[in-house]
Nanobody, 122 residues
């Protein structure tokens, strides 16, 4: 069983930066894909960024050029560096992992963290 714990969320002004961390209870080396989803009030949970064990990354169009996902297998941690944050980025961000790929929409077979709130506001 994979346990994921997110941290680093908070309140930030538009244009600011935030770094989210996702710590796994054990080794993540065997997990093919890890990533971050977000869910705003009244909206469906949606994939923001993912990274494979080989280092291949994908980003939602809305965050390309602003967010960077990274994966440290030694520390069993995945990060999401968020820059030039916008109010529309406000959401709960969830860390996710899979032995397969991560899809745009979440699947029950994926592993999940508890979520961390990101609020972008003046």
């Amino acid at each position: 069983q994979v346990q994921l714990v997110e941290s680093g969320g908070g309140l930030v002004q538009p244009g600011g930066s935030l770094r989210l961390s996702c710590a796994a209870s054990g080794s993540i080396a065997s997990l093919y894909a890890m990533g971050w989803y977000h869910q705003a009030p009244g909206k469906q949970r949606e994939l923001v960024a993912s990274i494979t064990s080989g280092g291949s990354t994908k980003y939602a169009d809305s965050v390309k050029g602003r967010f960077t996902i990274s994966r440290d297998n030694t520390e069993n941690t995945v990060y999401l560096q968020m820059s030039n944050l916008k109010p529309e980025d406000t959401a709960v961000y969830y860390c996710a992992a899979s032995y397969g790929i991560l899809l745009l929409r979440p699947r029950a077979s994926d592993y999940w963290g508890q979520g961390t709130q990101v609020t972008v506001s003046s």
